[in-house]
Nanobody
Framework: QVQLAESGGGVVQAGGSLRLSCAVS????????IGWFRQAPGKEREFVGG????????TYTDSVKGRFTISRDNEKNTVYLQLNSLKPEDTAVYSC?????????????????????WGQGTQVTVSS
């Protein structure tokens, strides 16, 4: 069994920053691709970005490029999502998930059905 636990969410003013963490534990190697997703109230869950097992491939959805940064520390079994220049429209529950592949293609990184384990999520609220 694999567990993912997000932390770091909170309330921040527009233009502010937060760093989310995704701790991976359980009967698994830490070396899987990890994706970040978000779901705003009344909206579908959307892909934010993902990172391959060694950080060699990092992808982002267009709306967060240049503002969000994904990184990982495999020794700590943790993946990070740095959120900068936050906007009210970034308000959502942010979740991390483990991809079924170590090194998916850029296209497959954004396919939600290819993720097999999910965290509970952490709330990010951006006030205007």
């Amino acid at each position: 069994q694999v567990q993912l636990a997000e932390s770091g969410g909170g309330v921040v003013q527009a233009g502010g920053s937060l760093r989310l963490s995704c701790a991976v534990s359980g009967r698994t190697r830490s070396t899987y691709a990890i994706g970040w997703f978000r779901q705003a109230p009344g909206k579908e869950r959307e892909f934010v970005g993902g990172i391959s097992w060694n950080g060699g491939l990092i992808t982002y959805t267009d709306s967060v490029k240049g503002r969000f940064t994904i990184s990982r520390d495999n020794e700590k079994n943790t993946v990070y999502l740095q959120l900068n220049s936050l906007k009210p429209e970034d308000t959502a529950v942010y979740s991390c998930a483990r991809h079924e592949a170590l090194y998916p293609s850029a296209q497959d990184m954004g396919v939600m059905t290819l993720y097999d384990y999910w965290g509970q999520g952490t709330q990010v609220t951006v006030s205007s």
